[in-house]
């Protein structure tokens, strides 16, 4: 029977050549396994520190999306449409408010260029007006009203002067006009300093005090200073 004997020939040839089993202990055999581990053959097709780092990042927005679409009525298609509103909110704040600048400031001067007739501001505000552009129009409006108190000596030229200082000096005089001088320095310094968006109502409004400062009379006192004799 030549099948039985190469089976049993092969089974004692194997015998004869077989090592006898190792018997490793388990914490000797976690020390070698992790020392084969730590081989860099090993890691060669790893991520890199930055891919890691960004595989968690989006793993935890997963989660906070999962966990705001659960919490929100209508599951993720609510969650959607509330972004969608808050989106379209924030973009109509912009567009009335304009552009987020530096706060309001009164430190600014009214003039910051070469020295101008009341003439030629007036007519400077209304090409801007002309052309819509109202943030110009109250600007060189207000440079024409505090010229033409400069000009009629009921004001000191002063370089340097900010619009409520100008508006603060020229109520004494004129006291009848005190308010709306203040509320004209206001506007100038919302458009310049405070990045606010004027209209066609406030370049009206300034535009009306120039001409009603043109034919008012100032209240003369010797404690008004610069004021005409």
Do not use: C
Request: aromatic share 6%; no cysteine; charged share 30%.
């Amino acid at each position: 029977m030549p099948e039985a004997g190469g089976f049993i020939t092969a089974r004692l040839l194997n015998g004869a050549s077989a090592t006898p089993p190792v018997d490793i202990g388990r914490d000797p055999a976690r020390e070698a396994a992790r020392r084969e581990l730590s081989d860099p053959a090993y890691h060669q097709n790893d991520p890199s520190l930055l891919q890691r780092g960004l595989d968690k990042f989006w793993d935890w927005v997963g989660s906070l999306f999962d966990s705001a679409s659960g919490a929100t009525p209508g599951g993720p298609l609510g969650l959607v449409v509330i972004a969608v509103a808050v989106i379209a909110l924030i973009a109509a704040l912009w567009w009335r408010l304009g552009t987020p600048q530096r706060a309001v400031t009164s430190g600014g001067t009214v003039f910051d260029d070469r020295p101008r007739s009341a003439a030629e501001h007036r007519t400077t505000a209304e090409a801007h007006a002309a052309a819509r552009r109202w943030n110009e129009a109250v600007q060189e409006r207000m440079r024409a009203i505090v010229r033409s108190l400069e000009e009629r000596a009921l004001l000191d030229p002063r370089p340097g002067r900010t619009a409520d200082e100008a508006a603060a000096e020229a109520g004494r005089p004129l006291p009848g006009h005190a308010d709306r001088l203040r509320a004209a320095a206001r506007s100038f310094d919302d458009v310049t300093y405070g990045g606010r968006t004027a209209d066609e109502p406030a370049y009206i409004r300034l535009r009306d005090l120039d001409r009603d400062l043109e034919r008012s009379k100032p209240v003369l006192s010797e404690s008004i200073p610069g004021a005409a004799e």
